[in-house]
């Protein structure tokens, strides 16, 4: 009896998970470089030229200070949200 309602429960939970709605996603939005819980619009962070292309991708900053920070060590953010530069 104990299995049955363990069993029942687990192919519920299955079921509903399988159905999960998935979150919205803004292709816009991206998170800092170098200040990784800061969200930023692409487009904003480019007309402000916050942002730096380096080794084939574009990073995006929040603020005026991350970029100084990336250029002083660019490795260490490498691995942080990025894009591919976009084609001139």
Do not use: Q
Request: proline share 10%; charged share 20%.
């Amino acid at each position: 009896m104990k299995r049955s309602l363990l069993l029942c429960a687990g192919l519920f939970c299955v079921s509903v998970s399988s159905f999960a709605i998935p979150p919205i996603v803004d292709p816009n939005l991206t998170t800092c470089a170098v200040a990784v819980k800061n969200k930023v619009k692409m487009k904003a962070a480019t007309k402000s030229n916050l942002y730096a292309d380096y080794k084939g991708n574009r990073y995006f900053f929040c603020c005026s200070p991350c970029p100084k920070k990336f250029w002083a060590d660019p490795e260490k953010y490498v691995n942080n949200a990025h894009i591919p530069t976009p084609a001139p």
